[in-house]
C-alpha cells in the first residue's frame, strides 16, 4: 500500500563536521521525494532529550544526549541539519537508505554502512536520523519544526494571536 507521508531526517553533528551534507543529499535524492523543510538547529539539553524520549532508561542516555548536542571526543559542535522529506512511503524510502541503526551492521551501500562509526564509549555515530513510522515522524516533525517552516500543509494548526501553532503540540503529548 502506498501512502504520501513525511519523515523527519537529521544530518547529525558527525555528518556536517565530516563534511558529508553533500553525500546525504545526493543519496537521499534517489528517492524522489521533496524537500519541505530545511534548517539548520543548535541543539540544547532540551532538545535532545524530547527527541531520544524513547531512550531515557538507557545506560548511554547521557552519551546519547552529548552526542546529538555535538560533543564530539571534547570538542563542541552544536548543529544539526533539520530536513522533512515528503512523498510515497516517505518514511521507509528514507530508514532504507539510512541503514541499520549500529554502522557495522548495516549494509555498506546505505548511509549508515558507508560513513558510521561506533566511538570508544560504545555510541553509534551513525550520521543520520530518520523517522521510524507514522506516529514517531509526526511527533519529531512537530518538535524541530514549526508550522510557517514547512512548505506544504502536514498536519493541523491552531491559530494563536502570533500566528499558527501545530494542532497537537509536542509538549502537550507524553515526552
Ligand atoms: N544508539 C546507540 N546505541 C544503541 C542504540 C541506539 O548509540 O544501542 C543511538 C544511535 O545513534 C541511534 C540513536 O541512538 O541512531 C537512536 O536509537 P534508535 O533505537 O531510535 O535507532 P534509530 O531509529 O536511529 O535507527
Ligand atoms: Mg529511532
Redesign the pocket.
Known amino acids: 500500500m502506498s501512502q504520501i507521508e513525511q519523515t523527519l531526517v537529521l544530518i ?1 553533528p558527525d555528518g556536517l563536521k565530516k563534511s558529508l551534507t553533500g553525500n546525504i543529499l545526493t543519496k537521499l535524492s534517489e528517492t524522489k521525494l521533496r524537500i519541505v523543510g530545511a534548517k539548520m538547529v543548535c541543539v540544547n539539553e532540551d532538545l535532545a532529550k524530547k527527541h ?1 524520549q ?2 531515557t532508561d ?1 545506560p ?1 542516555f547521557d ?2 544526549k552529548n ?2 548536542m555535538g560533543n564530539l571526543q571534547g570538542e563542541k559542535y552544536q548543529r544539526v541539519m533539520a530536513l522533512v522529506y515528503r512523498g510515497e512511503n516517505a518514511i521507509n524510502k528514507v ?1 532504507e537508505l ?1 541503514g ?3 554502522p557495522e551492521e548495516a549494509d555498506p551501500t546505505t548511509i549508515r554502512g558507508a560513513y558510521g562509526r ?1 566511538t570508544t564509549k ?5 550520521v543520520i ?2 523517522s ?1 513510522n507514522p506516529a514517531e515522524a509526526e511527533r519529531e516533525i512537530k518538535l524541530w519544526f514549526k508550522p510557517k517552516e514547512i512548505v506544504d500543509d502536514l498536519y493541523p494548526v491552531v491559530k494563536t494571536d502570533t500566528g499558527v501553532k501545530w494542532e497537537t503540540l509536542y509538549n502537550k503529548v507524553k515526552i
Open positions: 547529525k531520544y524513547h531512550l538507557k548511554f552519551e546519547l552526542y546529538i530508514r539510512s541499520a541503526t549500529n561506533i560504545g555510541i553509534y555515530e551513525n536520523h530518520a521510524a
